[in-house]
């Protein structure tokens, strides 16, 4: 029993600081793309002819699609000029769908759910994760924070078994046509308002499945989405990044990321009353008649 406990002791505190602290990445490490379209050789497209996701484009400018990207780096070897390269900025999660859309370094993150939805939930988030044809990856990179390593418990945000004890749904995978009722299904059963994120780049835009007959080219054609997260899979770094922006835990953008620029230092009790019911209904009732168009099927 002694040797347990002094293991244990020897063992010390393993959970990572963030977002006190960010931790170490290896150089190995792929984030954000950074892009400098001025290195473009006139006529050049060896990146997008690269790209077998087609994320990199060329006609207009120079232009990377996070949201189909699949950090392969191909497009990173294929250019002669190093006019894409890889940055170690893992905050890649954004609110909306084109601002995954790179011209250049600059990304808009995600921003805090909305107030209507923010009064209810607060920061307390229980989610019910989805794998609609997911290779996995996805999932077990998003399984890692619930690891002591992470302990994503300790930000109020939790994995729940069943959708009607939820306050939203991850989603991972392209969406194969046979998973779009289970998925709807599943939407269907979580209490309003309800969120939705979209986790990889398969949920995002199909991702490698992107085009085929097969899938319905990610989340966003089946469902409104609050939260994209992109990567293949995402690093948990990222994931965990993504959820603390979508609950208010971080705002802005700063690069050096200092606690106290990071932090939403407001009080629990602030922004508790008043709820906008109004607004969840017409959030909802605009959820509903996009989720039932059985257009989509
Ligand atoms: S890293 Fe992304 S953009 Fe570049 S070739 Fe691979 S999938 Fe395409």
Redesign the pocket.
């Known amino acids: 029993m002694f040797k347990i406990l002094r293991t244990r002791l020897g063992q010390g505190h393993r959970t990572t600081k963030f977002p006190l602290e960010i931790p170490t990445l290896p150089e190995r490490y792929r984030g954000r793309p950074d892009l400098d379209p001025k290195r473009c050789l006139d006529g050049c497209k060896a990146c997008a002819e690269?790209?077998?996701?087609q994320?990199?484009s060329v006609d207009g400018g120079l232009k990377?699609d996070l949201g189909q990207?699949?950090?392969?780096?191909?497009?990173?070897d294929s250019c002669p000029e190093g006019a894409i390269r890889y940055s170690q900025d893992y905050r890649l999660a954004t609110s909306q769908r084109s601002a995954l859309v790179l011209t250049g370094g600059e990304l808009k993150l995600a921003e805090r759910m909305t107030d209507d939805l923010y009064r209810i939930l607060r920061r307390s988030l229980r989610l019910r994760e989805v794998c609609a044809g997911s290779c996995n990856a996805c999932d077990l990179d998003t399984n890692v924070l619930n690891t002591v390593g992470w302990d994503l418990s300790r930000f109020g945000i939790q994995f729940v078994a069943s959708p009607r004890h939820a306050d939203g749904l991850l989603v991972t995978g392209a969406i194969p046509r046979n998973m779009y009722r289970a998925l709807l299904q599943t939407y269907e059963a979580v209490p309003k308002p309800r969120i939705v994120i979209a986790l990889g780049a398969c949920a995002i835009s199909g991702g490698p499945y992107l085009g085929s007959p097969e899938v319905l080219n990610g989340v966003g054609g089946v469902l409104p989405v609050d939260l994209y997260v992109p990567g293949c899979p995402p690093h948990p770094l990222t994931i965990l990044d993504g959820l603390l922006r979508l609950i208010g835990r971080i705002r802005g953008e700063p690069p050096e990321a200092r606690p106290s620029h990071l932090m939403d230092n407001r009080t629990h009790d602030q922004g508790t009353k008043a709820v906008d019911t109004a607004a969840v209904e017409r959030r909802d009732r605009g959820v509903e008649s996009h989720s039932t168009d059985e257009s989509t099927q």
Request: proline share 7%.
């Open positions: 690269a790209c077998p996701t994320a990199v990377l990207c699949l950090f392969c780096t191909a497009c990173i």
